[in-house]
């Protein structure tokens, strides 16, 4: 009978001392659940995932892509955001023993930020409009176009005040299609030779003697601060410009609608509906870095007139030329299709005259 009690005294003991374990075991898995839910490393509250305070610039490192880079930075800082810049080396600025229309066209300058946008390591890409190829991988939209700086070519030289001072058979350094046949035009006796590199590169080997003169943009030359390097500025019917150059464009991920949003802000209507028809032209036309293209387009805000021209690197001196002038809609989303529509009118012209189409790289 007693050793019934003590047993039974035992299982009590047991049972409780299993109780108090047991709810100290629970005590201490909410305490932990508690701490882990205060982490704010891991807080997915959508508050959390839908912050817009703060992105990511991704643009090339030379010297003119980084200004252009600290520019939007500037305007987006201006309105109180957080803004990196992610610096990078594209394949057009590692391939300057070849030329661009040999290695895959100026969109060699895009890729690696166009994937930067795709893998989410940057959230917007700032571009020369000129070198953002016509047709964007899929995912990814020109968000805005900033004003245009001058859209004109600039003659650079530390000897010959204009091309025309040139003595016969002078050397002028351009790896541009474009600007080689208009120049073969304006002066078929010149030599006209490679020239790659970024600008500073360009102007460094000007200096070194290696050319009589060469050929540059004047906006990136202005935006440097480099506007004393210029001899002289070519005319837009001496030297027709190519589509989009002086202009910047933002290209972003088709779905950052809050993104996008905000760089409608930025967005210059006149410059757009121009760049939006001189590119259509290229487009329609193949639209890759061997085409010896120019198109430039004025806009008033009322009127959009487009001017472009072909040359035959074959037969030089020979050139096609259309122009046209378009009414716009007082709605800017109506006037952006009727630039495209003019643009491809314009392709039509030119190919009419015998301009040849090439695929796009």
Known sequence: MGIWIELGVFGLVFLFAWHQFHDLRKEKEKRMM???????????????????????????????????????????????????????????DQRLDVSLSKVGGKGLFVKELESALLESRADLAVHSLKDVP??????LTLACVLPREDPRDAWVSASYASLFDLPQGAVVGTSSLRRTVLLKALRPDLRIEPLRGNLDTRLQKLDAGDYDGIVLAAAGLRRLGLSDRIRAVFSVSQMPPAAGQGALGIETPDGASALNQLLQGLNDPKTQLATTAERAVSRALGGSCSMPLAAHAECNGKKLMLHAVWGDPERPGHLVQASATKELATDHATALQQANVLGEFIAEQLQAQGALCTPVH
């Open 134 to 139: 016509m047709t964007l991988p899929e995912g």
């Open 34 to 92: 508690n701490l882990n839910s205060a982490q704010p490393s891991i807080d997915r509250s959508p508050a959390a995932s839908e912050r817009h305070s703060d992105y990511v610039i991704a643009t090339r490192e030379s010297r003119l892509a980084m200004w252009q880079a600290e520019h939007v930075k500037s305007l987006l800082v201006a309105q109180g955001y957080a803004i990196d810049i992610l610096g990078m080396t594209t394949q057009g």
